[in-house]
């Protein structure tokens, strides 16, 4: 029996007595993380995929971001992309929350996740602060992107799909430069994200953050997570 309840079996044992997982129905949601004035709306759909809802290690990313940057000029000027952005929870965030003055931010997915980035941009009348690109990693980089350097790169929970693993390396190596940030987290879930994390430590400076000393991230503590700072290795 799968997790929806479904079985190729004719006669699996206590079948019946087994009431299938739920699937979580298409809904907005909103949050303030704790920080905003006001909450951004989120909608969560994961007809087109598991990236239609927030995960604790975006969660956590938004909220770093958040402290990070509200209240000051640090991102003014800057081009900003997030990958495997799902609903674009972080983006959104950093949009309502940070100056944006002069600076450029890419939201970007797969195909199946574009409308729901459109549409949660358009919930919050963010238009005219996030840029949605498709950002397929088997791709070459879009050129609206690529076509100046890259200042920070946000990735949430990005690692999951092990196949998936060395098109997310080229992507980081071919986006990432000399004097890019990128913030990077994602729920420790086997033994395979942890040898990605040690691979790409070949190509880049990674410092993790000690969430554990921050009761800020008390609510994180349990998820087993972990958030990094990483730079290209010169």
């Known amino acids: 029996m799968d997790l929806f309840g479904n079985s190729d079996s ?5 079948s019946d007595l087994v009431a299938p997982a739920p699937i979580m129905k298409a809904h907005t949601t ?3 993380f704790g920080l905003l004035d ?3 709306l989120l909608h969560e759909d994961l007809s087109k995929g598991c990236g239609g809802m927030i995960w604790p ?4 990313l938004t909220k770093y971001c958040l402290k990070k940057y509200m209240g000051g000029d640090k991102l003014k000027g800057k081009r900003i992309v997030e990958l495997g952005a799902g609903g674009g929870m972080t983006s959104l965030a950093i949009a309502a929350g940070c100056n944006l003055e002069d600076s450029e931010l890419f939201v970007t997915d797969m195909d199946a996740m574009i409308d729901l980035l459109h549409r949660n941009v358009d919930l919050n009348g963010l238009q005219g602060c996030i840029n ?3 950002l397929d990693w088997k791709d070459p980089i879009p050129e609206v992107i690529s076509e100046k350097p890259v200042d920070i790169v946000l990735a949430a929970d990005c690692v999951y ?7 997310l390396k080229k992507t980081l190596i071919n986006l990432v430069g000399d004097n890019t940030v990128v913030y990077f987290c994602f729920k420790r879930r086997r033994r395979a994200d942890m040898h990605f994390v040690k691979s790409i430590r070949k190509r880049f400076n990674m410092v993790e953050v000690n969430i554990k000393e921050d009761p800020d991230y008390a609510d994180f503590t349990r998820e087993n997570l972990s958030l990094y700072i990483m730079t290209k290795k010169v």
């Open 10 to 14: 004719e006669a699996e044992p206590f």
């Open 30 to 32: 909103q949050t303030t």
């Open 38 to 40: 006001k909450p951004i």
């Open 57 to 60: 290690a975006g969660e956590l």
């Open 132 to 134: 949605v690109q498709l």
């Open 161 to 167: 799909y092990e196949p998936a693993f060395p098109l």
